[in-house]
Nanobody
């Protein structure tokens, strides 16, 4: 599966963004999917994950409340809605996929995801 993110941009603190991740090559129903983010010089940080059917989600504790992960199987697209953006949300956001025969609860480590997009840059200004 190939993954291409979009939707990142420069936005003022307090604003909202919806990031998209378009999958091609295979239906996203074959995969559990997730969003990670990365700041230069730091490790890739887990944001949220969603199972192959879109019925189960998990968020990093720091992301609960402002981040919403969702998927649209008809559009073969993964989304991440971010509200009340803060400067600390500035990062490159990557979507990732792993085959849905892997255990659902192994969503945290980035090394569990063999498929990655190139990322979309989110910059939050004060």
């Amino acid at each position: 599966v190939q993954l291409v993110e979009s939707g990142g941009e420069l936005v003022q603190a307090g604003g909202s963004l919806r990031l998209s991740c378009l999958a091609s090559g295979h239906t996203i129903r074959l995969y559990h999917m997730a969003w990670f983010r990365q700041v230069p010089g730091k490790e890739r940080e887990f944001v949220a994950a969603i199972n192959w059917s879109g019925t189960t989600t998990h968020y990093a504790d720091a992301m609960k409340g402002r981040f919403t992960i969702s998927s649209d199987n008809a559009k073969n697209t993964l989304y991440l809605q971010i509200n009340s953006l803060s400067i600390d949300d500035t990062a490159v956001y990557h979507c990732a996929a792993r085959e849905n025969d892997r255990p659902w609860n192994s969503y945290l480590p980035p090394e569990n995801y063999p498929y990655w997009g190139q990322g979309t840059q989110v910059i939050v200004s004060s």
